[in-house]
């Protein structure tokens, strides 16, 4: 499985995780293409569903991008994203699927590098599980 | 007199009435019922006989009061709401009365999520309250509670609980008038460890007159160590151990505590004695038995008044 | 509203086992607001039993439906196509739902849910009971706070020997109902009420009578004239 490229599905918020993501770009720091941004206007949005989805279609590791604790432009959406990864982790420990496909980070506008780090550290963990149970059926979701 | 019940004529002549308990069997020994009963009968006027205590199965309270009945004793058979519903408990008031049983305890039951059976369905189709107003109903009217007669009533003296210490403290007196309206014949109370807010309690319900309306007997338990002090006050709801009973008993060597316990209730006892509106006592040393002599003869209420 | 909570996943995976083509049914009433059954809850749960049997490597398909209301014949009526297609339902409605689709459908209807008790939201994810529908409401007597469903032992004289600071015996997290009747009787200045005994309840409405069924007449009526019209 060395050849291994997983498809990786990022929820990235446009206040503060877009924008390190965009900086790194800018900056010309490079992070793994398995990488597909989202860009959500706040991770408060991205419900539990998507994430479930995401894995549906094919994705091998799905994170959410948010803001540092206490730096959310609509007050507490990272928190409710947090929970929602929460809450996908334990559904999937009840499916049998590794809980370390999805997985919550947290990022300020100026982090470009830390965003690199995050997006290369997390495509390394899924190249270590391989490839999820759904991707090996379907289509590739990104 | 309501009843043939030997605390009613006690308490009828005036003296102080001496009440303990006994915990059935977790199983069918009859020789541990009738040990614990020899080792009080002489030193008080009715033995209780607990009912599913702590939500834990044991021996019936009315089986074990049958036991006792045999040995020529009198027992003071406790029901509890939370096991049986109003036909049950009709049907098992008439048994008991019919087995010789006349003095009865009525309460609601600790909730079966502290015993060892939290899956049973708790049953409360009444309260106790409710309870003392149906046996006052099967004795004085005659009647069930759905209204037929009863051929030859049950004619028992009614007990009840009181925790002069839960909260709130405000309702403690009004919830006993509560009970005394309902038809209420006797009161055993609550553990006594905080003396002062006893006779707090105790003076309100004199200045309500309901000492003359129900006979109150003080809940005695000794102390039998340091750690149990500790461990009621911390863990049992419903317990107030002030300080100055732990620092007591932390005063005296591990050795001497069981023995400065006993020492404490026979104070209290004597103390209490003189509390206006107080009939009585209720001693309940919790698998101490063997000491209730010591407690009543400490207390000067030994011999026990033949009526 | 009737609160629920989803079932264990693997009771579902258990229940439908034998089948590769079912439906989730959701509710749009009460199990939307609680979050267990609604149109994201019936997403949800179906994409995880999409994974689970991917992983599995067992074939299954999953329909998704959520009906205004499960508790009403007419609105099952609506899964009539959807239901033809599938070997089974998992519903998530509570469990007079879910016994409206199993009575209108031959096939298996199994339960997604536990269906748990008649509750109010305290806060948002907090739900607690509030009612027991004793069917002879006594909240004007109790200043508005139920001891049937409340008290622990259902008390009608509370409170007993076991509250301790205002928590109920069996748990400091369950405040005790009579010392909230109580402070409400106090608030209200008609703590005199207290006193009043409150007689054995009659639990013949409770559903010590047997099921229990609402006739109106003047509804019933109508709607036996609107068939016999149709």
């Known amino acids: ?142 | 007199m309501k009843t043939e019940s030997r605390l009613e004529k006690v308490l009828a002549s005036g003296q102080l009435a001496v009440t303990s308990e006994v915990g059935p069997p977790r199983g069918c020994n009859v020789d541990i019922v009738k040990e614990k009963a020899n080792l009080i009968k002489d030193y008080v006027d009715g033995i209780n006989i607990t009912d599913n205590q702590t939500a834990m199965v044991r021996m019936s309270s009315i089986a074990g009061g049958t036991i006792i009945k045999q040995m020529g004793l009198d027992p003071i058979i406790q029901m509890v709401s939370r096991d049986r519903n109003r036909l049950a408990m009709q049907s098992d008031i008439l048994g008991a009365y019919a087995l010789g049983m006349n003095t009865m305890l009525c309460l609601s039951g600790d909730h079966p999520q502290f015993g060892d059976h939290p899956m049973a369905k708790p049953v409360y189709d009444i309260d106790s309250i409710n309870m003392i107003k149906m046996v006052k109903d099967m004795r004085d009217e005659g009647k069930f509670q759905g209204g037929a007669d009863i051929t030859e009533p049950p004619k028992m003296f009614i007990g009840a609980a009181a925790n002069p210490f839960a909260d709130p403290f405000e309702l403690r007196v009004m919830r006993l008038a509560k009970k005394v309206a309902a038809g209420v014949d006797f009161i055993q109370t609550q553990c006594i460890f905080n003396t002062d807010k006893f006779e707090t309690w105790m003076k309100q319900v004199v200045d309500r007159g309901l000492d003359q309306k129900v006979a109150i007997l003080a809940g005695i338990t000794p102390m039998k160590s340091l750690g149990m002090a500790k461990y009621m006050k911390s863990k049992v709801p419903g317990m107030d151990i002030p300080d100055e009973v732990i620092d007591r008993l932390a005063g005296v060597a591990k050795e001497k505590q069981a023995e400065e316990g006993i020492k404490m209730a026979i104070e209290q006892m004597q103390r209490l004695k003189e509390c206006k509106g107080v009939k009585g006592f209720h001693i309940m040393a919790i698998e101490w038995e063997q000491k209730v002599p010591e407690l009543v003869k400490g207390a000067g209420l030994y011999p026990r008044p033949q009526v | 509203m009737i609160t629920a909570e989803q079932k264990p996943l693997q009771e579902i995976f258990g229940y439908i086992a034998p089948y590769e083509k079912i439906l989730v049914v959701g509710c749009n009433e009460c199990v939307t607001v609680c979050a267990a059954g609604g149109r994201k809850e019936v997403g949800l749960l179906s994409s995880a039993l999409r994974l689970h049997s991917v992983k599995a490597g067992k074939k299954l398909e999953v329909l998704e439906h959520t009906l205004e209301r499960q508790c009403d014949p007419e609105y099952v009526d609506q899964l009539k196509e959807l239901a033809g297609q599938v070997d089974a339902i998992v519903s998530l409605a509570c469990g007079c739902g879910i016994q409206t689709v199993a009575a209108q459908y031959a096939i298996p209807v199994f339960p997604g849910v536990n269906t748990k008790f008649m509750g109010a939201s305290e806060s948002q994810g907090i739900w607690a009971e509030r009612c027991m529908g004793c069917g002879d409401c006594m909240l004007g007597v109790t200043g508005g706070i139920c001891p049937v469903a409340r008290c622990s032992k259902s008390l009608m004289n509370g409170p007993c020997g076991g509250n301790s600071s205002g928590k109920c015996e069996i748990s400091e997290d369950v405040d005790c109902a009579w010392q909230l009747i109580w402070n409400r009787l106090v608030e209200l200045g008609i703590q005199d009420r207290y006193e009043e005994l409150v007689a054995a309840k009659d639990w013949r409405p409770a559903g010590g009578g047997g099921p229990r069924k609402i006739i109106r007449e003047d509804l019933a009526a109508s709607k036996i004239i609107t068939e016999d019209m149709a």
């Open chain 1, 1 to 142: 499985m060395s050849n291994f490229e997983p498809e990786i599905v990022a929820f990235c918020c446009h206040y503060c995780a877009y924008t390190a993501a965009d900086m790194a770009g800018t900056r010309r720091i490079s992070y793994p293409s398995n990488v597909k941004i989202i860009r959500v206007p706040c991770t408060g949005k991205v419900d539990a569903i998507h994430l479930m989805k995401a894995l549906e279609k094919g994705a091998d590791g799905v994170y959410v991008a948010g803001c540092l604790d206490g730096d959310c432009h609509f007050k507490n959406g990272n928190l409710r994203a947090t929970a929602h990864v929460e809450k996908i982790k334990k559904v999937l420990e009840d499916l049998g699927w590794e809980p370390e496909r999805v997985a919550m980070m947290y990022f300020s506008a100026g982090m470009g590098e830390q965003f690199a780090q995050g997006a290369k550290e997390f495509t390394e963990k899924i190249k270590s599980l391989g490839p999820s149970p759904a991707s090996q059926t379907v289509g590739k979701a990104v």
